[in-house]
């Protein structure tokens, strides 16, 4: 991706849309934890996606914080290595141009 800022931008616009299908209780109870965990929302997935996983794991368990991760590569239509959260978790770095 030449622009690294549009795939962190889609990255965060597409979370924050998974999110919100979710449901607002989830999305307002991960954003709440990001902001009192890291002083940051839900953008913090373009700085280190491995602390946006980290926070869904924590707050929901390693089952949903995979399958969010799963959904936000498949949305994104990412080319997909494997399931593993390894694999899913380098690609959205390497989207991001990180």
């Not at 795939?7 to 209780?25: H, N």
């Not at 700085?47 to 368990?61: H, M, N, Q, T, V």
């Amino acid at each position: 991706m030449s622009d690294p800022r549009v795939g962190s931008a889609m990255v965060t616009a597409t979370a924050k849309e998974i999110l919100r299908r979710l449901g607002r209780p989830f999305e307002a109870t991960i954003t709440a934890y990001l902001n009192s965990k890291y002083d940051k929302g839900i953008e913090i997935i373009e700085e280190d996606p491995r602390k946006f996983y980290s926070a869904l794991k924590e707050l929901f368990g390693e089952f949903a914080a995979k399958i969010f991760i799963y959904n936000l590569v498949a949305e994104l239509h990412l080319p997909v290595k494997s399931t593993e959260i390894e694999d899913l978790l380098q690609i959205l770095e390497e989207y991001i141009g990180g």
